[in-house]
Every structure is written in C-alpha cells, then in structure tokens.
C-alpha cells in the first residue's frame, strides 16, 4: 500500500534554530496517527509544512504521492482538510460556517455524508447551524468544523488540537468518528493533541 504521507530527513529552522530536524516516517491509508511532544516543537509548523505554508529547512515531503513542491503544492491543498487550532472562517452562522467549507473543496471532492448525521454522531444539536458565529462556543466550533471536515471525501485529514475545547464525553465522540473516517472510509488523519483521551484512540503516536 502507497503512503499518504512520507517525509525523508525533514527538519524546519527559524532564525538558525532547529525546531525539528532528520524526521522520517510514513503515514499510510487508513491510518489514525497522533503528533505529540512539547510545546515549542514544532508540531503546528509540521502541519503546516505539509501544505506547503512553512518551508522546510532539509528533507522532503510526499502527499499521496505527489512531492510537496511549487509545482505540486495546489493540488496537495485541494486533497487536504485542515483544521487549524485557531480559526475565525469568514461565516455569519454555524451552517454558514459549513457551506463555506464545502464550497472550497466542491471544486474536486463531492460531500459524502449529511452534516446532520455527523452533527448527531458529535453530539451537537442542529440548532447551532442556526446561531451567529459570534455566539458559537469554542466546542461548538470545532465540531463543526470536524463536520464540515468530515462530511466531505477528502483523502487527507491535519487537525490540530481539535478537541482543545471539548469535555470528555465530546472528545470520545470525535474520536470514534476519526476513527470511523480511517478504518471504514479509508481516509487518513494526522492529529496534533496534547488530549490523552484522543491520544488514547489513535493506531500510533509519533512523539515529535
């Protein structure tokens, strides 16, 4: 089976200083794979070299089988779902929220799942697709963004800290539909946590 993601001696500097350097591992089809470590590591920026927003230092990156370059980089994005720690989408509402989501991935991946069935399996009540964004609580956000993530057919999943506002009882949901998405759907996710709940339902851990 062909990875979904390869990095060869990779390593990302800032200002001279290594934050990471010489990692190789692969990801494969299917995988649920947690990144954990210290604060400070490099674990977000790992992320977000994989898409190509920090430049590594050394190595190289491979995504389903394209090399992360200028020439790649584009179509990497369109066969990712990401879902960064912090984020304020351009959405008056929580379906709004959604729908913008899907519009950005409509050009090259179909919705697969209803965001209701997804909703429910998260544990969040429809009535927020309803709400202003700005009411939306921490919790609610992230799962909605995981529906939006999820709800579409995306190969690759990078989330990061998304269970940061969530108690136990939602954390275990989103874990299991993670876990869903890998083993039944075949999709794969890379998920930074510091959650040893999330963590604990990962196949394997890479301790950056």
Request: charged residues 20%.
């Amino acid at each position: 089976m062909e990875p979904v993601l390869v990095f060869s001696h990779a390593a990302i500097a800032f200002a001279g200083h290594f934050l990471f350097r010489d990692l190789t591992f692969t990801v494969d089809r299917g995988e649920l794979v947690g990144l954990t470590g210290e604060s400070g590591c490099g674990k977000t920026s790992l992320l977000r070299a994989i898409l190509g927003f920090t430049p590594l230092s050394e190595g190289t990156i491979e995504v389903c089988g394209q090399p992360l370059d200028v020439a790649h980089v584009n179509t990497i994005r369109q066969l990712t779902a990401y879902m960064p720690q912090e984020l304020q989408p351009p959405a008056e509402t929580g379906r709004d929220l959604i729908a913008l989501t899907h519009q950005l991935a409509a050009n090259r991946h179909r919705v697969t799942q209803t965001p209701a069935q997804l909703m429910k399996a998260l544990g969040l009540d429809s009535s927020v697709l309803d709400l202003h964004a700005a009411k939306l609580s921490g919790g609610q956000r992230q799962r909605l963004l995981m529906t939006a993530a999820l709800s579409t057919d995306k190969p690759l999943l990078l989330l990061d800290e998304p269970t940061s506002a969530l108690d136990e009882e939602s954390t275990q949901r989103l874990a299991l539909s993670l876990l869903r998405a890998c083993h039944e759907e075949q999709r794969t996710a890379l998920v930074v946590s510091h959650d040893a709940l999330l963590i604990s339902f990962c196949d394997r851990v890479i301790n950056l």
